[in-house]
């Protein structure tokens, strides 16, 4: 989106006025002009969001498209930081930037009296927006859709189907129809069923999608059947299938396999599963495709979807957009005309209730009616995607660009919710900057209350958001609007490991430093002049080497720190000096990384991570007990969350009692072998604060777990 650009060159800007910007130098005599700038590209962004707001047609016009292409094309930083942070010539560097800030305020001068004239014509009809902000709702959306499919008749026939006696193969039972009908929902209902539950021995879900994997189909239904761990995931096809086969066997086996778009898939995956005579054993498909279920389908097995009728429409969609709240009087019958024009499909009733759910004008009712009415179509498809379109148009200009990039991670996939936070802020479009995980949460909530985005998990107290996803459906719109408007969205930065110590050089205003890779090979030793990278707020690898902080400074007045820095990990546990951790002060999540009991003399316990005030979680691999913080004073003042993964190699389990005195922990996770030893005997006194206690992998034989009490949930 136009708005979405501009934002990001007005954070570009303003990243080169601040008085600790390494490019200080170099715009020391364009200061004047570069102010000058950021004011017309400050008002522009005011004009442009409300423009955008007014334009619900969907359909980018001229002027925004105009807006786009000088915003997007105005890289100011990156045309001349290589020079510079690689010691070129100051000079020819400053030729490049007054040049390229030349060319950007004449661009900026040209669109902003574009801008004037649309004013002067009246062409903008309010500076107050005709979208109203959604308030932030209670209500799960899973509540939303666990109440999508009211076929009871349906229901009751898919349970017998699943549960009654039929002789031969497994039997197949499709579930089809359109998307958006409620099939996933039908298919989570009975699977879920406490009948179900008792009935069969193992029961294993998968999603297909139409970019089919069948490794990571085959990898999806093992997990229920059997312990996955990294060994399992390097196998082949071929391994894969004759694992699930075998873990199968003399069971009695329920089979979901969800979203399947083509009958090779079903060839693909049916030979993986037992075909001895077991009359209990059933597969369950979900599918738009008629074909797939005829080739698939048992006879006389397969369910053709029903559309909702009126009433449970008008159900539905009360319960989306009114929840508890009692139903006004005038909104009844303009509230029934929406969801007649609906046809009794689910998600394109849950999706207008989600635009209309804070709306209490009776007027923006009836606008939407007008707008549903004119996509009608003898199209059931193309109505859906009609009013799907509607209720993107209605989103601010920020949830518009938070809901495209959904399209960049894999369909039907369940995303976490800080990766995907983290590509927003990445993008520098958002609002707050002294709060953007905030924000970002916020826009993540906005969009859950609109009933665009599935909530897939959520914390232990239920207060945040760890993954979610999007309808299919949504999901191809997104992709549709990512192609329209030829946006190219920036996803973390995620680096090979060739090469990668040197990169900082070009990346002084990046937010976000994530290197893959396994095992000890992967090690990066950054130079000094990382800490210039002052708007870092994540930094994740594998295994790094940290310098520390440097004293001095290079520009006077310019401190070197991460005073932005909320993720690290995982820092080598030799870098945790004093001058390190002092230069990371603000960081909330930390991950330390030991090298083994031979090193140890070489440094002291971890006692500096005390300095780290604002540290919530904390995880330790491969560290010595002799390395980890010698008393409960020694750790962070406020630490709630503390994960022990490998660090047994003389770690008993009496430290355990050192870690019980922490005053605020409410999570602790010991993961394999975390600890050694065949007994545990818990501090009686201590855990006064723990709500989840995580044992996995580890040579425990017996705890007292009468010694805690009721104090935590158990998970062995």
């Known amino acids: 989106m136009a708005h979405a650009s501009v934002v990001s060159l007005t954070r570009t800007i303003e990243s080169l006025l601040t008085s600790n910007s390494p490019m200080q130098s170099l715009i020391c005599d364009q200061r004047v002009e570069l102010g000058d700038v950021h004011e017309k590209v400050n008002s522009l962004e005011v004009f442009v969001k409300n423009f955008e707001k007014n334009n619900v047609s969907g359909k980018m016009t001229d002027f925004e498209v105009e807006v786009k292409e000088v915003a997007s094309a105005a890289d100011i930083i990156g045309i001349i930081r290589s020079r510079f942070l690689k010691g070129i010539s100051n000079i020819r560097a400053c030729r490049k930037f007054r040049k390229c800030l030349q060319q950007l305020a004449k661009d900026i001068d040209h669109v902003w009296k574009e801008s004037i004239k649309i004013k002067d014509k009246g062409k903008q009809v309010s500076k107050e927006s005709l979208v109203h902000d959604f308030s932030s709702s209670t209500n799960d959306i899973l509540n939303v859709k666990n109440n999508m499919v009211r076929c009871d008749d349906q229901k009751e026939r898919l349970?017998?189907?699943?549960?009654?006696?039929?002789?031969?193969?497994?039997?197949?039972?499709?579930?089809?129809?359109?998307?958006?009908?409620?099939?996933?929902?039908?298919?989570?209902?009975?699977?879920?069923?406490?009948?179900?539950?008792?009935?069969?021995?193992?029961?294993?879900?998968?999603?297909?999608?139409?970019?089919?994997?069948?490794?990571?189909?085959?990898?999806?239904?093992?997990?229920?059947?059997?312990?996955?761990?990294?060994?399992?995931?390097?196998?082949?096809?071929?391994?894969?299938?004759?694992?699930?086969?075998?873990?199968?066997?003399?069971?009695?086996?329920?089979?979901?396999?969800d979203d399947i778009w083509s009958c090779e898939v079903w060839d693909g995956v049916r030979r993986c599963f037992p075909t001895e005579?077991?009359?209990?054993?059933?597969?369950?498909?979900?599918?738009?495709?008629?074909?797939?279920?005829?080739?698939?389908?048992?006879?006389?097995?397969?369910?053709?979807?029903?559309?909702?009728?009126?009433?449970?429409?008008?159900?539905?969609?009360?319960?989306?957009?009114?929840?508890?709240?009692?139903?006004?009087?005038?909104?009844?019958?303009i509230g029934k005309k929406i969801t007649e024009k609906c046809h009794g499909l689910p998600l394109t009733i849950v999706v207008v209730a989600g635009l209309l759910k804070s709306k209490r004008a009776i007027e923006d009712w009836e606008s939407v009616v007008k707008d549903v009415t004119s996509f009608i179509t003898n199209d059931p498809d193309e109505q859906c995607s009609h009013v799907l379109g509607l209720s993107y148009n209605h989103l601010t200009s920020n949830l518009k660009t938070c809901l495209q990039h959904f399209g960049i991670f894999p369909e039907d996939g369940e995303i976490p919710a800080k990766k995907l936070m983290r590509t927003w802020m990445a993008e520098g479009f958002l609002q707050l900057e002294n709060d953007l995980e905030g924000e970002a949460e916020k826009c993540l909530q906005d969009l859950v209350d609109r009933c665009l985005v599935l909530v897939c998990k959520k914390s232990l107290d239920g207060t945040k958001i760890r993954s979610c996803?999007?309808?299919?459906?949504?999901?191809?719109?997104?992709?549709?609007?990512?192609?329209?408007?030829?946006?190219?969205?920036?996803?973390?930065?995620?680096?090979?490991?060739?090469?990668?110590?040197?990169?900082?050089?070009?990346?002084?205003?990046?937010?976000?430093?994530?290197?893959?890779?396994?095992?000890?090979?992967?090690?990066?030793?950054?130079?000094?002049?990382?800490?210039?990278?002052?708007?870092?707020?994540?930094?994740?690898?594998?295994?790094?080497?940290?310098?520390?902080?440097?004293?001095?400074?290079?520009?006077?007045?310019?401190?070197?720190?991460?005073?932005?820095?909320?993720?690290?990990?995982?820092?080598?546990?030799?870098?945790?000096?004093?001058?390190?951790?002092?230069?990371?002060?603000?960081?909330?999540?930390?991950?330390?990384?030991?090298?083994?009991?031979?090193?140890?003399?070489?440094?002291?316990?971890?006692?500096?991570?005390?300095?780290?005030?604002?540290?919530?979680?904390?995880?330790?691999?491969?560290?010595?007990?002799e390395l980890l913080p010698a008393s409960a004073k020694a750790f962070p003042a406020m630490l709630k969350k503390l994960k022990l993964e490998r660090t047994s190699l003389r770690l008993r389990w009496s430290y355990l009692d050192i870690i019980a005195e922490l005053p605020r922990l409410e999570v602790l996770k010991l993961m394999d072998y975390a600890a050694y030893g065949k007994e545990w005997h818990p501090n009686v006194r201590g855990f006064t604060r723990l709500k989840l206690l995580l044992i996995e992998h580890n040579t425990i034989f017996r705890r007292r777990r009468e010694c805690l009490g009721n104090k935590a949930n158990f998970l062995l």
């Open 277 to 333: 005579d077991n009359a209990g054993n059933r597969i369950l498909l979900t599918t738009r495709n008629n074909e797939v279920a005829r080739d698939a389908g048992t006879e006389n097995l397969s369910m053709q979807m029903n559309f909702m009728v009126q009433d449970e429409s008008w159900n539905l969609f009360k319960s989306a957009a009114f929840s508890n709240e009692a139903l006004p009087s005038e909104f009844e019958t």
């Open 469 to 625: 996803k999007v309808h299919d459906l949504i999901y191809d719109l997104c992709i549709r609007e990512i192609q329209r408007e030829n946006i190219f969205i920036m996803n973390d930065i995620v680096l090979g490991v060739s090469g990668s110590e040197s990169l900082y050089l070009r990346l002084w205003n990046l937010q976000t430093f994530s290197v893959r890779g396994r095992g000890r090979s992967v090690v990066i030793t950054f130079p000094e002049e990382i800490w210039g990278l002052m708007h870092l707020r994540h930094l994740k690898l594998p295994k790094f080497f940290l310098p520390d902080c440097p004293s001095g400074s290079v520009d006077k007045g310019r401190h070197f720190n991460f005073s932005n820095l909320q993720t690290i990990s995982y820092l080598s546990s030799c870098r945790c000096t004093k001058e390190v951790i002092m230069g990371i002060q603000n960081v909330k999540e930390l991950g330390i990384r030991g090298h083994g009991y031979e090193i140890i003399r070489d440094f002291g316990p971890l006692n500096n991570l005390v300095h780290l005030q604002q540290l919530e979680t904390l995880s330790f691999m491969y560290c010595d007990s």
């Open 159 to 257: 349970l017998e189907d699943l549960t009654g006696s039929y002789s031969g193969e497994p039997k197949v039972i499709p579930i089809v129809r359109m998307g958006g009908i409620g099939k996933t929902t039908l298919a989570k209902e009975v699977y879920y069923h406490e009948s179900i539950l008792r009935h069969f021995d193992v029961r294993a879900w998968a999603i297909v999608s139409q970019q089919h994997n069948i490794k990571e189909i085959l990898l999806s239904l093992l997990q229920s059947t059997i312990k996955i761990d990294d060994t399992v995931k390097t196998k082949g096809e071929a391994e894969l299938e004759d694992m699930l086969q075998k873990s199968l066997k003399r069971k009695r086996y329920l089979i979901v396999l």
